[in-house]
């Protein structure tokens, strides 16, 4: 058997493209496996391009594996960088044997097989290829739901990686889902760029119209499982039909991710967000009250270009009225291919910085004041990793992380936890019956 070694970048989409990458090698081909690279025959970095900082982080890993990998050991690039900055990973780093864009993994035995190959088509449709089987996990599975994204956020370089946006074929995603949870992944992950606008495009026209919050209802009526999850959705798809299912459909989890980025209307326009503040605060805060032990997750962007004090303070604002239970904060980063890389009233490092370190601090303390707030509360937990120390971790319902004192014996189970020691990334308690 030959050695297959894979490092992940990215988003959880990369991770799944990267469970197929697995899953057609060893399924198909020869090769079985491995965890360290020293040892493979080929190693395949899938990378990502959405901030500068992993792309340039691509080429010192490639200097790295070059060092140690054994003679005649190949490597290969997929993901988003692949698909952007294609025949210049060749002339940067000629050491690489195939290029493979994030929309061609199912070319991936072709590209193992064939020297120099390269293949970045942004248009190919892969929305109906059906995978061979690979999960990292037993207790939570990846599914996709569409394909590429076809919002133009001026920030953003997806697009032009990933391609317009197509929704796979219901038919497949239930038979996968089903598949998943027969094989014991109790929840069910549902992944896009912009999952509640599923079903407005397909490759070829399904016989009945089909939405998101469909598509929520058909895949909770599989038996087994018995939560479902999805990222990401947009605020701007936020209907009412939307909140009222998420709301009341029982698998469906309590966990929201509303991707903000800017909480001024003005820089909302500017990065072509499709919504206002106004809008993102009503439909945060009609969520809060459709669902009250919801927990709401966000991304926000510091330091856009043309970005003013008074811009960033309506962030913070934003911050103050949702309080969100989690928030990823990034410093614009300009990237090619995307419209804003072009403005001219780009910000200073320096500001962003500063403008980060102010947005977290001012997280840390709605964390510790929700975190309060999570004492002698009963959790249902779904256990999934096992620590070293004894522990035992796993995600309520509405995503926070819980861990207890426990074995194997828990994993894969659903348990109720009475939370004793709130912290502010994680909780800690004792199950109870
Ligand atoms: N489709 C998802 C986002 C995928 S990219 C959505 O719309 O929410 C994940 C996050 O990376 C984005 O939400 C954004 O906050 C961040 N991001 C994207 N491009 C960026 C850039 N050029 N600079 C900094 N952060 C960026
Ligand atoms: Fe990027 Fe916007 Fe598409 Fe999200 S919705 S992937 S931020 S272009
Ligand atoms: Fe994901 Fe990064 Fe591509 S966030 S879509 S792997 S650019």
């Known amino acids: 058997m030959k050695q297959l070694y894979i490092e992940t970048l990215g988003c959880a989409m990369n991770m799944r493209d990267t469970e197929h990458i697995i899953a057609e090698l060893t399924k198909k081909e020869s090769y079985e496996l491995c965890t360290d690279a020293k040892d493979a025959d080929f190693i395949i970095i899938n990378t990502c391009s959405v901030r500068e900082k992993p792309v340039n982080k691509l080429f010192s890993e490639i200097g790295v594996f070059n060092k140690i990998k054994k003679e005649g050991a190949k490597i290969g690039i997929c993901g988003c960088t692949a698909s952007h900055l294609g025949d210049e990973i060749f002339k940067r780093a000629p050491s690489v044997d195939f290029v493979l864009g994030a929309r061609n993994v199912s070319k991936v035995i072709k590209a193992v097989n064939t020297k120099k190959f390269i293949d970045i088509d942004i248009d190919y449709d892969e929305s109906s290829y059906a995978f061979s089987e690979f999960r990292n996990s037993i207790h939570k599975a990846f599914v996709n739901i569409s394909i590429g994204c076809d919002k133009k956020c001026t920030y953003c370089i997806v697009p032009h990686t990933r391609g317009e946006e197509i929704s796979i074929p219901l038919e497949l995603i239930v038979q996968e889902a089903r598949k998943a949870a027969q094989n014991g992944a109790k929840e069910i992950f549902l992944l896009g760029q912009n999952v509640n606008n599923y079903g407005k495009k397909f490759s070829s026209k ?28 947009h605020p701007l798809h936020m209907d009412d039909k939307f909140l009222e299912t998420f709301a009341n459909n029982p698998k469906v989890c309590k966990s929201m991710h509303m991707p903000l980025q800017s909480g001024s209307t003005h820089i909302l326009e500017k990065m072509k967000r499709g919504y206002t503040k106004e809008w993102f605060l009503n439909r945060a805060l009609k969520l809060r009250e459709l669902v009250p032990n919801v927990s709401i997750s966000t991304d926000i ?70 975190s309060i707030l999570r004492k002698n509360v009963v959790y249902k937990v779904y256990f999934e990793e096992l620590k070293n120390n004894g522990m035992i971790a796993g995600r309520s319902d509405n995503n926070a992380l819980v861990q207890i004192e426990g074995g194997k014996e828990l994993l894969g189970t659903i348990g109720k936890v009475l939370i004793t020691n709130p912290r502010r990334l994680a909780l800690y308690g004792k199950i109870i019956n």
Do not use: C, H, W
Request: proline share 4%; glycine share 2%; aromatic share 10%.
């Open 206 to 233: 399904p016989k009945e119209k089909i939405d998101f919050s469909d598509l929520l209802n058909i895949v909770s009526e599989i038996k087994e499982v018995e939560r479902i999850r999805f990222t990401s959705p």
């Open 301 to 370: 962007i510091v330091a856009f270009p043309g970005e003013s004090d008074e811009d960033f303070m309506e962030s913070l604002d934003v911050m103050e009225q949702v309080k969100f239970e989690q928030i990823f904060a990034f410093k614009y980063s300009s990237r090619p291919l995307t419209q804003a890389a072009e403005f001219t009233n780009q910000i200073d490092d320096e500001i962003g910085s500063i403008r980060l370190k102010k947005l977290q601090d001012m997280q840390n303390e709605i964390l510790d004041e929700i």
